[in-house]
């Protein structure tokens, strides 16, 4: 029977409706990845045709061929690092000029190859990568919000077979940011805990929606989850900012983060997929959220993997109204029991 869930993070409310289960539409997908092609001579992202895009701001290797990992500013950024910033009113509404950034993150030096199959070194050079620049963009105080996300198929509006990451710094929060650190605040002022921390304590008792687990981290299907086979990776212990992940514990991060993504690509056939990494604002400008209360004591960052699956069965309305046929607790034991043949698991 249909019922209503609430996820305490973002405040949204899901129907779960397993009667309306079916199967998710996989007929028109390809039954294989694309085989990993080496390089592709046209392909702007491929090591040795690194002049096609700016020049760049990171890269895992010194030697200028030999990358993993390559950051650089998008050539149509949609924010600006140059000028300064401008905040006025329109009539009732507000304005800020474009300073920001927006940046480019080649994932990996192979063409056309997921984020499920790359090595696990690389992984963790693009964790790496992704908290080098944060830190860095920390230094820019006009900066308020970073967004780290990922979009894999075309589901998601990937426009390349080169995967790529994106990282949005903007002065403005967004408003699911805002509603994030609202929730964790409000849990704190009134319970003196973490809300992440109660959601970890929750899932490792009940164990119903756990997927993986290992010493530092836990993945488990949302209680509230708004889409079929929707993931949270949230570490095991507090910390507010992703950027501050010690480096010991980023292999660890990899492992499990990349055999999350390698169960999804088993279990739903190459799956178009997006991920955010909800982590703190920048940690110089946090007076402004922080309401009395300290941030890095109330805020535990966390990421959020979404599977898209093309009409498969999810109804996303623009109200926040959510319609998941797949329960939480059918789908964690699903994944967590896929048969895996070995030499496919992180390595
Ligand atoms: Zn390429
Ligand atoms: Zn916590």
Redesign the pocket.
């Known amino acids: 029977m249909a019922g209503l869930r609430r996820d305490p993070l973002s405040n949204h409310w899901v129907i779960l409706a397993p009667e309306r289960k079916r199967k998710p539409n996989v007929a028109n997908r390809k039954k294989t990845s694309p085989a990993p ?1 080496s ?2 001579p046209l ?4 090591p040795g ?1 690194e002049h096609f895009t700016n020049p760049s701001i990171y890269q895992n290797s010194g030697d200028s061929k030999n990358w993993q990992v390559r950051v650089f500013a998008n050539k149509v950024p949609a924010l600006r690092i140059e000028g300064s910033l401008e905040k006025k009113g329109e009539g009732m509404y507000d304005y800020i000029n474009g300073i920001g950034a927006h940046e480019l993150i080649v994932n990996s030096n192979y ?2 190859i997921s984020l499920a199959q790359i090595p696990l070194q690389n992984f963790q050079n693009l964790l790496s990568a992704y908290q080098m620049r944060i830190k860095d963009l920390y230094n820019d105080h006009r900066l308020l919000s970073f967004q780290i996300f990922h979009n894999h198929g075309i589901e998601t509006g990937a426009f ?3 995967s790529l990451s994106q990282i949005i710094a903007s002065p403005a929060l967004p408003q699911p940011a805002n509603q994030l650190i609202g929730s964790m605040r409000d849990h704190f002022l009134q319970k003196q805990r973490c809300l992440v921390c109660d959601i970890l304590r929750e899932n490792q008792d009940s164990r119903k929606r756990i997927v993986l687990e290992n010493d530092d981290f836990l993945v488990f299907a949302p209680y509230a989850s708004r889409f079929p086979f929707e993931l949270q990776l949230t570490p095991k212990w507090h910390q507010h900012d992703f950027a501050l992940l010690p480096e010991n514990k980023l292999n660890a991060l990899a492992q499990i983060f990349q055999e999350s993504l390698i169960r999804l690509h088993y279990a739903l056939d190459n799956p178009s997929f997006q991920f955010f990494i909800h982590s703190t604002p920048n940690p110089h400008r946090l007076s402004m959220l922080e309401k009395g209360e300290s941030l890095p004591i109330f805020f535990h960052w966390y990421i959020e993997i979404i599977p898209r699956l093309q009409s498969a069965v999810g109804i996303d309305t623009l109200n926040g109204t959510y319609i998941n046929p797949y329960l939480p607790e059918e789908i964690a034991p699903f994944l967590k029991n896929i048969n895996i043949m070995e030499h496919y698991l992180p390595k």
């Not at 392909?43 to 491929?46: A, G, S």
């Open positions: 092609e390089t592709h392909c702007p992202f491929c045709n063409h056309a390349y077979d080169h």
